[in-house]
């Protein structure tokens, strides 16, 4: 099964992530199909870019989005 998830970037404590449609049994920073975006919250504003449209359409195909990118995805 396909999902969205974060996949974990940045040095130590100062984490920044991208939002990636992958397999649900592979690792979280494992390979991936799709970039959606990148989410850095360690901004004060918290930085989040997210391709809608590309989002909407593996929705739409049936990939399941985690529960953290379903809220993040809710803010923009």
């Known amino acids: 099964m396909t999902v969205i998830r974060l996949t974990r970037l940045g040095k130590k ?7 990636v ?13 799709e970039i959606l975006g990148y ?4 901004n004060q504003e918290k930085t989040l870019k997210l ?3 590309r989002y909407g359409y593996w929705v739409g ?3 399941k989005p ?3 990118v ?3 995805a809710a803010k923009a």
């Open 13 to 19: 404590k100062q984490p920044f992530y991208r939002i």
């Open 21 to 33: 449609v992958t397999d649900s049994r592979k690792r979280r920073d494992s390979g991936f199909v």
């Open 39 to 42: 989410y850095n919250p360690m």
């Open 51 to 53: 391709d809608k449209d």
């Open 61 to 63: 195909v049936g990939a």
């Open 66 to 68: 985690s529960e953290t």
């Open 70 to 72: 379903t809220r993040i």
